[in-house]
């Protein structure tokens, strides 16, 4: 055989070859070839970032109620001391301040519709502002001001809030809640510093990460009593 006639069968297989191999290589990475796979973009290239509250676990659970001021002719305002508990169910350390304020109340009529953020009434933000912050902002979280809490670990502390309440179920009082068992979340303010939070979660990253933004707390049941005894505490009615 001619060496003309060899190179030309030699060229024929690699053309045959191409064309089969090619549909196969097609296939091979529809199934997900590790090795074709590594050549496509990061699923999570664009993604958004995730929520900052994220495993920032809280649960709060009301304690019976120490104290009701009248709020005009229609309503009053209950007191309710609340045992809250700051949970990490996150892998990493998180960095809480010891800080930590209620700065909304969530009533919904279930825990569904707090879940799905359908609330009876929602009180105003009331933030707070800490300002001795001079000794807290060192290379490391200082004890005084701030925790740092492993996996699974806890940080719990007690606040009263003061929730209003008509006392006529089917009455309409602007800013109050029905009187009856309802479900109850809170808003808690993570940051009451005026120094911006983002220097300080770079600096402070090696011991865990800094929880700046509000978090929602678990629902859980209240009971809202109709018409209780009440003090005259100089409060104006909504």
């Excluded at 109050?176 to 220097?199: H, K, N, V």
């Excluded at 800094?210 to 109709?226: D, E, G, M, R």
Aim: with cysteine; proline share 8%; hydrophobic share 40%.
């Amino acid at each position: 055989m001619k060496a003309s006639d060899i190179r030309a069968k030699i060229i024929l297989i690699a053309v045959l070859l191409a064309a089969f191999a090619g549909p196969w290589r097609q296939e091979t990475a529809v199934a997900g070839s590790p090795a074709t796979l590594e050549q496509q973009p990061s699923a999570s290239a664009g993604a958004a970032p995730s929520d900052p509250s994220a495993g920032v676990e809280i649960t709060a659970q009301a304690l019976p109620a120490n104290k009701f001021c009248a709020l005009g002719a229609d309503g009053y305002v209950v007191y309710v001391p609340l045992d809250i508990t700051v949970a990490n169910g996150r892998r990493t350390p998180i960095i809480l301040t010891r800080f930590l304020h209620i700065q909304r109340v969530l009533l919904g009529k279930t825990t569904e519709d707090i879940l799905a953020q359908k609330y009876e009434l929602a009180t105003p933000v009331r933030a707070y502002r800490s300002f001795g912050e001079a000794g807290n902002f060192g290379p490391s979280p200082s004890d005084d001001a701030f925790v740092v809490l492993k996996h699974n670990q806890t940080y719990e502390f007690t606040a009263v809030e003061g929730i209003p309440v008509r006392n006529n179920p089917s009455a309409k009082v602007a800013g109050t809640a029905y009187p009856g068992q309802l479900a109850m979340s809170i808003e808690i303010q993570t940051w009451p510093f005026f120094r911006e939070s983002s220097g300080i979660r770079r600096d402070w990253n090696s011991f865990g990460d800094l929880i700046s933004t509000p978090v929602i707390s678990y629902p859980t049941l209240i009971k809202l009593v109709a018409n209780p005894t009440v003090e005259k505490c100089g409060l104006l009615a909504p």
